[in-house]
């Protein structure tokens, strides 16, 4: 539970930071920013609208704020899409000139002998950051509409969701009625002679 509600309040923190990581986390490092930057202008304000969004609709959640936590789903969705935008910035190779063979933190790490998997693990973990990205977004999205159905349904019809659902499976308001209409054969809107 601790670890959840890490997550639920770095939320904020991680929609600025890690597009950030994205963009120029490589300098900090000594890798000189390249081709790779003028993608990353693409990229990061992308992700920040991903998190940004994500954030906003777990926030919006009652019981995400009530307990002070995400979901377990969410945890693990969260966790995995954090940690393939950390590996992306830490494995994409950024290069000035054609020439250069270029360098990423691994390389400067582990040596440039890890260049070509390093270039592997940025092409993974890019594809699993798109991938998890729509999928967060999907599952939060529906865990809110899930929450707010109630709230909804009393909002549009004025009716108490469980007072509701007790006419529906009572067959409403007038069923003794309707059931004595078939009896005799009538149908609704008939008048009897």
Known sequence: MWYRRVLFNT????TIVLPLWLLIGRVFFGVILGWHYAIGLF????????????TTITWA????????????TDAVLLSG????????GFFVVD????????TSIATHVFGQGFRDASFTIADIAGGV??????????????????????EAVTRLTGLDYEELRLRSESGGPDASEGAARRASGLVPGDVAE
Request: charged share 15%.
């Open 129 to 150: 950051i798109i991938i998890i990205a729509f999928t967060t977004l999907w599952v939060v999205l529906i865990e809110y509409l899930v929450e707010t159905r109630q």
């Open 61 to 72: 959640r009652r019981s995400a704020r009530r307990s002070g936590a995400v979901s377990k």
């Open 11 to 14: 939320q904020f923190a991680a």
């Open 43 to 54: 990229l990061a304000p992308v992700l920040f609208i991903f998190l940004a969004v994500v």
């Open 81 to 88: 899409w954090y940690f393939a935008v950390l590996c992306y």
């Open 95 to 102: 290069s000035v000139h054609s020439t250069e063979p270029g």
